[in-house]
């Protein structure tokens, strides 16, 4: 009887334990999900890029990376909150969403009139207005969609994040791919995505209004702040050191240092999504391990850290003897430049999948303060780094200062967790 690979596929899925199936089947829509939007619009991106200068795509980028970095504010942690705090009990998981939608609508509208403010203080010929108001619009409407998600996400209903991410990521792709936007590309294309997101939220929350009726717990909007506030700071330092660089590069250098380095940035992303996949589907199962058995918690995290280092050096090595090729495949021979500067951040795939592990054992385990505390003293050295060195070495040096910092949030995670398992063997 010849094999039957399929058959013989089959028949090691059915022998594996049905808890451990549905992990690997979340798992596989987790990481669909972050494939399709991150590559769709990378592509986007890339396609966009290849229409306009490298001076017009700085402006653009320059632009959606400034208000991306300020909308952390706003959202004031709250996805990585309900994400966390939030039960295996739908009852209970609805209504906390109920309750933080609220706030953060209210927190959005707010941050929306400091940006029309603020854009008047803002150099134009690095960000112009018109771009700076239609990416806010529409990372607002993310921040919800983002909200929602992390609902999803504890409600185990990752093939419905999937789909919208697929979708929305797919229409952005097919829109600038098939759309001749004449002369304005760069404010169409920012109109397009803005659209998009708008949409998008619209379709979601109109469809499971019933479930944000669910009020089972009466939580204030003063308790969630106090109880969101370490995971704000958390964010908000985390998307210092990895936006930060981006701004302060066109700030100080101008859209054309934006456009050198961005194409770099947006390659570096792409290989974080098997390590972010991994640390959206372990963050609520260890969050529920560690209130039943620290034994089985260490070793679950044991087992994800050595699955987050595989993924990391992988693509570290392909960054580290690829890079020049990299982008000459995806860009055209004016961005050549961005070749060098992947190569300077080729280290930071295998930092980064380091700290998603550690960074997943910390929340989950009580420890969200001291990560924090951690973070935001990365953020702080990364900050300073980058402002003291971007005059004198340029581009190449904010990527060194990239790379330090992801090393330094290592070394301070792997110092805190270390501290964290001394103690609790007392």
Known sequence: MKPNPISDFRSLIDNIPLKFQQSIYNWGFILLGLLAERIFTALALITFAKRVS??????????????????????????????VRGKNNQSITKSMWRHSLSLRMKLLAGWFIVMLVIINFLPKETFPPAIIIISSLGLIFDSLLLLAFAAFR????????????????????????????????????????????????????????????QNIDSISHKSILKEAQ????????????????????????GAGASGIYGPAINILQLTFLLPRALFYLLVPILSRTYEKSIQTFLFRNIIQMIGQFSIGIVFSMILLFFSPAIINLVYDPSYITSSSIL?????????????????????????????????????????????????????????????????????????????WIKNIQK
């Open 343 to 419: 190569l300077l951040l080729s280290p930071i795939p295998l930092l980064r999948s380091l700290n998603f592990s550690l960074g997943a054992t910390l929340a989950t385990s009580d420890n969200q303060k001291n990560r924090t505390i951690v973070q935001v003293s990365t953020a702080i050295f990364n900050v300073i780094g980058n402002l003291l060195i971007v005059r004198r070495f340029g581009v190449a040096g904010v990527a060194v200062m990239y790379t330090l910092s992801e090393l330094v949030l290592y070394l301070g995670y792997t110092i805190t967790s270390l501290i």
């Open 154 to 213: 504890n409600l185990n209903q990752h093939g419905k994040i999937t789909i919208y991410q697929s979708v929305s990521s797919g229409a952005l792709l097919l829109f600038v791919y098939f759309v001749d936007l004449g002369n304005y590309e760069t404010l169409y294309f920012a109109c397009a995505r803005t659209g998009l997101s708008i949409i998008f939220a619209i379709l979601l929350y109109s469809s499971r209004s019933n479930d944000l009726r």
């Open 54 to 83: 490298p001076v017009e795509y700085g402006q653009y980028i320059s632009s959606y990376s400034l208000v991306s970095f300020l909308i952390v504010i706003p959202g004031f942690g709250l996805d990585a909150w309900l994400l």
């Open 230 to 253: 370490p995971f704000m700071f958390a964010e908000l330092a985390s998307v210092v050191y990895v936006r930060a660089d981006l701004t302060i590069i066109s700030l100080v250098l």
